[in-house]
């Protein structure tokens, strides 16, 4: 099995910036993709980037341009460096680790408690 957590949240202002980190533990060599996701106060569930267990990203259109998603050589952490932070960008941000089972039969999905990033002045 695969455990995720996540931290770096906290209250920023607009235009600032902040670093999401998930830590995997685990069967961490299984994982296959990393992605975060967000989840806003009006319960919109959101995908926001991925990272691949070969370094390939993609990003929401929403944040394209101003997150980057990024991993340890490890592979056991995975980033989120969010800039330029709006007040829409207000979520709780969760990180989704998609890894093999123990048999390769299928792939299931690992989830964290979020971590929450508030965006006000």
């Known amino acids: 099995q695969v455990q995720v957590t996540e931290s770096g949240g906290g209250l920023v202002q607009p235009g600032g910036s902040l670093m999401l980190s998930c830590i995997a533990s685990?069967?961490?060599?299984?994982?296959?993709?990393t992605n975060w996701y967000r989840q806003t106060p009006t319960n919109q569930r959101e995908w926001v980037a991925v990272?691949?267990?070969?370094?390939?990203?993609k990003y929401a259109d929403s944040v394209a341009g101003r997150f980057s998603i990024s991993k340890d050589n490890a592979g056991s952490t995975v980033f989120l460096q969010t800039t330029s932070l709006k007040s829409e960008d207000t979520a709780r941000y969760y990180c989704n680790a998609r890894y093999w089972r123990d048999d390769g039969s299928s792939l299931v999905d690992a989830w964290g408690q979020g971590t929450l990033v508030t965006v006000s002045s």
């Open positions: 685990g069967s961490i060599a299984r994982i296959r993709a």
């Open positions: 990272i691949t267990n070969d370094g390939s990203v």
